[in-house]
């Protein structure tokens, strides 16, 4: 995880997608640091208040992550937090 003033998610934004372009293109798209450049994507969204963006990258992450780890994987429970916290900041208890 990340830390940054609001400030600077645009520049984040930005690094992060250039990022992922790149590591689709070496790595393909099924690789755990694709998984980790799009929670972190999904991260910066969330920051911004974009939540149903956020959600699109966790679950992306998250099928990627569930995919290549397991269930039992601490990088999978990290994107499953993720998506917890956003749906709670939507109100959507039940989901969360």
């Given at each position: 995880?990340?830390?940054?003033p609001?400030?600077?998610?645009?520049?984040?934004?930005?690094?992060?997608?250039?990022a992922?372009?790149?590591r689709?293109?070496?790595?393909?798209?099924e690789?755990?640091?694709?998984?980790?450049t799009?929670?972190?994507i999904?991260?910066?969204?969330y920051?911004?208040?974009?939540?149903?963006?956020?959600?699109?990258?966790?679950?992306?992450?998250?099928?990627?992550?569930?995919t290549?780890?397991?269930?039992?994987?601490?990088?999978?429970?990290?994107?499953?937090?993720?998506?917890?916290?956003?749906?709670?900041?939507?109100?959507?208890?039940?989901?969360a």
């Amino acid at each position: 995880h990340f830390h940054m003033p609001k400030a600077d998610t645009d520049s984040a934004m930005r690094l992060y997608k250039e990022a992922l372009t790149i590591r689709q293109a070496i790595l393909g798209n099924e690789h755990c640091d694709c998984a980790t450049t799009l929670n972190n994507i999904g991260r910066v969204f969330y920051m911004k208040g974009e939540y149903n963006e956020a959600m699109q990258c966790y679950r992306e992450a998250l099928r990627i992550r569930h995919t290549l780890l397991g269930d039992d994987h601490l990088d999978v429970a990290a994107t499953i937090y993720n998506a917890g916290q956003t749906h709670h900041q939507c109100g959507e208890l039940d989901e969360a």
